[in-house]
């Protein structure tokens, strides 16, 4: 096991956030996880960004389980410009340290969440 405490994943969407961060059970496998976003925030994420990517690199996709099309973009956190293809779009994630380790494995892994 690992003690990675140091990805944080912010999520803005209107007046909610939410953060993420490594699960404890973290494989060393070099394993990829498919991690679902919790099912409120499925297709409702406008907003997200890698605040750790010295040590992590992160893929967002439009599916479940990691399927369909990515986007991986660690600068820039607003998924409305561009083609604005990602905008309310993002099913599934997934964090792989910088040496090939599985940052996260579970939907557990996300926390906060709060209405304000």
Same mark, same amino acid.
């Given at each position: 096991?690992?003690?990675?405490?140091?990805?944080?994943?912010?999520?803005?969407m209107?007046?909610?956030?939410?953060?993420?961060?490594?699960?404890?059970?973290?494989?060393?496998? &070099?394993?990829?996880?498919?991690?679902?976003?919790?099912?409120? %925030?499925?297709? %409702?994420?406008?907003?997200?960004?890698?605040?750790?990517?010295?040590?992590?690199?992160?893929v967002? %996709?439009?599916?479940?389980?990691?399927?369909?099309?990515?986007y991986?973009?660690?600068?820039?956190?607003?998924?409305?410009? &561009?083609?604005?293809?990602?905008?309310?779009?993002?099913?599934?994630?997934?964090?792989?340290?910088?040496?090939?380790?599985?940052?996260?494995? &579970?939907?557990?892994?996300?926390?906060?969440?709060? !209405? !304000?």
């Open positions: 096991m690992f003690n990675l405490k140091a990805i944080t994943l912010l999520l803005t209107g007046i909610m956030s939410v953060t993420a961060a490594p699960a404890s059970d973290v494989s060393s496998e &070099g394993e990829l996880v498919a991690l679902d976003v919790p099912s409120s %925030y499925n297709d %409702y994420i406008s907003s997200i960004k890698n605040l750790d990517k010295g040590r992590f690199h992160c967002w %996709y439009e599916h479940g389980g990691c399927r369909g099309r990515s991986s973009n660690q600068e820039d956190a607003n998924l409305h410009d &561009g083609n604005g293809f990602f905008s309310d779009r993002i099913s599934s994630w997934r964090c792989n340290t910088k040496q090939g380790r599985v940052a996260a494995a &579970g939907v557990d892994a996300v926390e906060g969440g709060e !209405q !304000q």
